[in-house]
Structures are given as C-alpha cells and as structure tokens.
C-alpha cells in the first residue's frame, strides 16, 4: 500500500510529541507518512515560515501541538505573551492547513482552560461558560479561540477540524526544570537530587491534598492517533483517564517516592499554596465512543518515567 496520509506533527518535539513519535515509530504504519517538527525548522508565530513548512511537507492531515506553554508563575507575568503567541501560532496553522487542503486538523486545547467557577465533572460543553483562572487568562483565551475557529471553518469552509482537552499529562521528555516544570516532573527532578544527595527528606510543596487527574503521555498518543483516524466532529472531546482515577498530590508523591526506592520521610510544607482543589473531567464522551480503552496503571507509568528520567538525565529537560 503506498502512502495515503502526510501527517505533519506539530510541537513535535515536546512531551506529547515524542509519545506520538515513539508510538508510530513502533507501529511503522506504510499508509501514513509521519513528519515531526519543533520551533527550530519554523517559528510558527510567523506566517512565512509556516507557509514554507506546509510548502515542504504538504500535510494532508495535522496534529496541531505547538504552543507557548509554561508553568503557574510565567503564566502570572507574561499573559499577554501567551495570548499574542498562541493566537499567531493557531491562526497561522489553521489558515495555512485551510490554505493548502490540509483534510483534517486535531489542535490541542487543556483541561486547564475551563472556566474558573464552574460545577463537576466539568465537560466538553462548558469551554466558553464564563472567565478562565485569572492567574492564566491569556493562554486561556487563546486556546479556546482554537474552538471558536475550527467553528467558523467548518461553517464557512467546511473543514474538519477539531481539538482535543488532555487533563495533565506526564511522561519522558517532560520538562523537568524545578522553576517551569508541572508537578510530576518537578517531583522527580527534586527527589532525584534528594537522592543523589544522599538526603532522607523529599519536601513536597502544599499539603498534598489537591486531586487531580493525570494522563500518561504515551496513552494520550495512543488517543490522539484514535482521533486522527476515527473522530469526524468539530466539537472537542476530553482525553483524560476516569474520574475515580483522579489522584491526590500525595497519592503522586507517594508513587514516585517508591520508583526511586526511596525509604526517608515525606514532607508536606503546608506554608505553600495548594491550587485549586481539584478540576475534575468526565471522559464520558471518549468512554462511550472508545470503549475498550485501556489506561496505563498510574503506579506503573509513574515508574517508567522516573526510570526514563534516570537513565536520560543528561539529555532531559532540566
Ligand atoms: P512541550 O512544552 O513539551 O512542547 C511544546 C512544543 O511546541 C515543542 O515542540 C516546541 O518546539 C513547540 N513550539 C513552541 N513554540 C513554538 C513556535 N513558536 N513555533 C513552533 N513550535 C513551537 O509541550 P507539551 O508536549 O506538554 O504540550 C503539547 C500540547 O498539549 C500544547 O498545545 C499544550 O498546550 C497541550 N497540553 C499540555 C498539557 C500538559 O500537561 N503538558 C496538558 C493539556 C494540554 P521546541 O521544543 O522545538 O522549541
């Protein structure tokens, strides 16, 4: 069978994008041809290199990743940033994939976009139903204009395209800087150097309490190439793993806590803000139309990234 879909990735080196890479890469599909690309071959902020990325490529379908990302403090002191370079970046793919043919665009919005007073479980419907957290509102806004804009192409042009809403998401190739990472890899990163040292106190920031759902980075590429090939609708759907699987930081730190071995004291300095208490997500949607999905065991995936994490630490994030 020759090729029948150019599958431009785009984010492509990040945490996601890897997941998806190694997942093809094991699965070597022959009818899809799979291209993944970071800010360094184009700034997608620009409209020309953008242009010239599809030029050279020619996607018949795109996986839309790229985006400023960055953690709660950046967000804080830069939300007109995040607004203006998340609004470039998504207006220039999605006008260029229009542009250019592209069959079907899958971009990527965040459970953490949802507004801010709200009821649980929250879901798909509930994007637009009033303010995002302040401390965010930029990154926010230009995430859910991704909604807004796959709308309007559908309804003036009639093209597929589409977003999914990943909860948080961990695994190798993470970013595990102590000053801009989330809280999984900043977990590990801190107990490694715990360990390293020698120490028999891993201090865990707040008071572990906060739930939270997290998802395995290489099942959400499991789910996004799901999506890619089975999911025909505008509306955005809730990639996240059940809702009683939701976990406390504790719960987490507990589990990385026994990947590394570790035997001292957990610490909870409760000086430190907790958050929000929890975000809850229901995955109804895609446990009614991908039923027999199954997610990784947290225990388990957690001990593959803190093993990943060791074994690549001169080459990870940090
Ligand atoms: P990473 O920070 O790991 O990767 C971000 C990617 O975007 C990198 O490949 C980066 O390229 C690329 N990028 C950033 N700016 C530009 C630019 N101007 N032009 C071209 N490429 C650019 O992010 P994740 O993998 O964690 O996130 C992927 C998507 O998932 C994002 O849209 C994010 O909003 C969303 N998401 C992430 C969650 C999480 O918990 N991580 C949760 C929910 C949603 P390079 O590294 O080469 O500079």
């Not at 303010?131 to 009639?158: C, E, M, T, V, W």
Request: a negative charge; charged letters at 20%.
């Amino acid at each position: 069978m020759g090729v029948e879909k150019v599958i431009l990735v785009t984010g492509g080196t990040g945490l996601v994008g890897q997941a998806i890479r190694e997942l093809v890469d094991s699965e070597k599909p022959t009818d899809e041809l799979w291209v993944f690309v970071g800010s360094k071959e184009a700034d997608l902020s620009n409209l020309e290199q953008t242009k010239s990325l599809f030029e050279k490529y020619k996607p018949t379908h795109v996986i839309h990743l790229a985006a400023m990302v960055g953690g709660l403090f950046h967000n804080m002191s830069h939300n007109l940033d995040f607004l203006r370079t998340n609004i470039h970046i998504n207006d220039n793919v999605l006008e260029t994939s229009y542009r250019t043919g592209v069959k079907k665009v899958v971009s990527c919005l965040s459970t953490c976009i949802f507004p801010d007073k709200t009821t649980y479980p929250i879901d798909e419907t509930m994007v637009h139903l009033g303010p995002p957290h302040p401390s965010n509102f930029g990154y926010s806004y230009a995430k859910r204009l991704i909604d807004i804009s796959n709308k309007a192409y559908f309804q003036q042009h009639g093209c597929l395209f589409t977003s999914v809403i990943p909860c948080n998401v961990f695994g190798p190739h993470d970013n595990f800087n102590l000053q801009s990472s989330h809280v999984i890899p900043g977990l590990i990163r801190k107990l490694h150097c715990v360990v390293e040292k020698g120490e028999d106190k891993f201090t865990v920031l707040g008071s572990g309490k906060p739930l939270r759902q997290f998802i395995y980075s290489r099942d959400l590429a499991r789910l996004f190439v799901w999506v890619l090939r089975y999911y025909e609708d505008v509306e955005p759907i809730i990639l996240s793993v059940d809702e009683k699987d939701e976990v406390s930081i504790s719960h987490a730190a507990e589990k990385i806590a026994e990947a590394f071995g570790f035997s001292g004291h957990l610490i909870y300095d409760t000086s430190m803000a907790d958050g929000q208490f929890k975000k809850t997500a229901s995955n109804a949607k895609l446990r009614q139309l991908n039923p027999d999905f199954s997610f990784t065991p947290f225990p388990v995936a957690i001990k593959e990234t803190v093993d990943w994490f060791k074994e690549n630490y001169n080459s990870a994030r940090l």
